[in-house]
């Protein structure tokens, strides 16, 4: 069965990954822009890194005939910093049409703080006046909840921006919920010590249905698992449930959001 990874940090993984996803069905995969492993002291550095997304790592992926498509932003570990957070912000525009580019993402919050919100809701600005879908980054742990409560806040008060064209992403049980009731994708991220397991995705699956629901191996510079999907996909299958109700959660749902950007293909 083919899937796509709608959310997985290829920059930071070897080209034998690729290989691995490819002989595993993956088909296409979506890159998020993230954070270095360190917080980048200039634009400058970001302009470079929006040219590896949007030339290199295509390249890449294209030899293992796999599509890599990526989002634009400053990331949330790094917007505290507001004055270099806009200087990034007003370059994005530059690099929406590059052929690859889904949209902005992935933004949110870190740490739930003043300068978190106020550079995410300035990227929201951009998106509703480009008319770009969005990928939101929700925090870790005990940030969680009250994060996830900040950041529907805040989208409830962008009313530029169509709900089915926003994906909410790293939902847990206690924050699924309001995601979709509020008309929101929300995505489930696989890792191995947080976020989310595959058996307790399924159980959401189980428990909300299929519709606007997406599995993502998030996998990127720490203890992460780039064929996640895969160990999702078999949960599902030792569960009872169909090929087709697989197929629609990692293939079609992906391809469903994904295809509201004209860049898709």
């Known amino acids: 069965m083919h899937y796509i990874d709608p959310h997985i940090h290829m920059v930071s993984r070897t080209t034998d990954d690729y290989e691995s996803l490819a002989k595993m069905g993956c088909v296409a995969v979506s890159e998020p822009a993230f954070w270095a492993g360190y917080d980048r002291g200039s634009a400058a550095g970001f302009r470079d890194y929006f040219e590896q997304l949007t030339t290199f790592e295509p390249k890449r992926a294209a030899w293992y005939g796999i599509q890599h498509y990526t989002w634009l932003c400053i990331n949330a570990k790094e917007a505290e910093n507001v004055a270099l957070s806009r200087e990034v912000i007003a370059m994005i525009p ?3 049409s590059r052929p690859n580019v889904l949209g902005i993402g992935e933004i949110g919050l870190n ?3 003043r300068n978190e919100a106020i550079v995410f809701l300035e990227h929201l600005d951009l998106a509703a006046r480009m008319n770009e879908l969005v990928l939101i980054h929700t925090p870790h742990l005990a940030d969680k909840h009250q994060g996830t409560r900040m950041i529907l806040d805040m989208l409830a008060g962008e009313t530029r921006l169509e709900r089915q064209r926003v994906l909410v992403d790293h939902v847990e049980e206690h924050t699924i919920r309001p995601v979709l009731e509020a008309g929101y994708w929300a995505g489930m991220t696989l890792y191995p010590t947080t976020k989310c397991t595959p058996q307790r995705a399924a159980d959401m699956v189980e428990l909300y249905g299929p519709e606007h629901l997406m599995v993502n191996s998030a996998g990127d510079w ?10 999702f996909m078999l949960e599902m299958r030792l569960r009872g449930h169909s090929e087709e109700l697989i197929q629609h959660v990692v293939y079609d749902n992906p391809r469903e959001f994904f295809g509201q950007c004209p860049r898709w293909s």
Do not use: C, H, I, Q
Request: proline share 19%.
């Open 222 to 231: 720490g203890p992460s698992k780039p064929t996640a999907v895969p160990d």
């Open 94 to 96: 530059e690099f929406l």
């Open 111 to 113: 740490k739930n703080t």
